[in-house]
């Protein structure tokens, strides 16, 4: 009994060791060129995601459940959390800004990017923004990127003084869009998960 539970082990070790030994798995085919992925991303006029923020601003800061809906130039957010003061709805389009805030006041133009301000702690470029959580730059807008050759996507862009860097993607939606990401601005720092995105 003892000899052939001895012939087992060595058996099982054979076998790991040939396991050990297999060739490395051959490499995935190459990933589609940057430019032709930036410009398609760059071009898609609608999406929906479901995410977690978390923000840091100076000695403040907060996390927050978030729905965004982009149609066109027009984003729709939804925080809901902490946030210390309640949840907000925005809307935003162009130079157009209208914040929500939990109590049913609606705030616009200038006074609700003041209101973001003071609520967030920074006015969020969002313009630009709804481009970056696709992990494209905002192509209005000059940019620095550093790529990821082997996958052919953004690893960070730098824009409007905002540092954005891109931690993992995920294959959602039949796209691979990030899943997780920093930006970063002078004391303020976002960090976003993305739990869910549709197209």
């Known amino acids: 009994m003892q000899s052939s539970g001895l012939r087992l082990g060595a058996a099982l070790l054979a076998v790991l060791a040939g396991c050990r030994s297999l060739p490395p798995a051959p490499p995935p085919p190459p990933a589609e060129s940057w430019d032709a992925r930036r410009t398609q991303l760059q071009s898609l006029q609608s999406f929906h995601l479901r995410g977690r923020v978390a923000v840091a601003a100076g000695d403040e800061g907060f996390n927050a459940s978030l729905r965004w809906t982009q149609q066109g130039d027009r984003s729709e957010l939804a925080l809901e959390g902490p946030l210390g003061v309640g949840g907000a709805q925005i809307s935003a389009s162009g130079d157009e800004l209208t914040v929500l805030t939990a109590h049913g006041e609606r705030i616009e133009s200038s006074a609700a990017h003041a209101e973001l301000a003071a609520r967030l702690g920074f006015d969020p470029p969002l313009a630009s923004l709804r481009y970056w959580v696709l992990g494209v730059p905002d192509p209005a807008q000059p940019v620095e990127e550093s790529l990821d050759p082997a996958q ?7 824009q409007q003084g905002w540092r954005v860097e891109y ?12 899943a997780r990401m920093t930006l970063q601005r002078d004391a303020v720092r976002v960090r976003l998960l993305v739990d869910d995105w549709q197209r």
């Open 167 to 178: 931690q993992s993607y995920a294959a959602m939606s039949g796209e691979v869009l990030p």
């Open 152 to 158: 052919q996507r953004l690893a960070a862009l730098v």
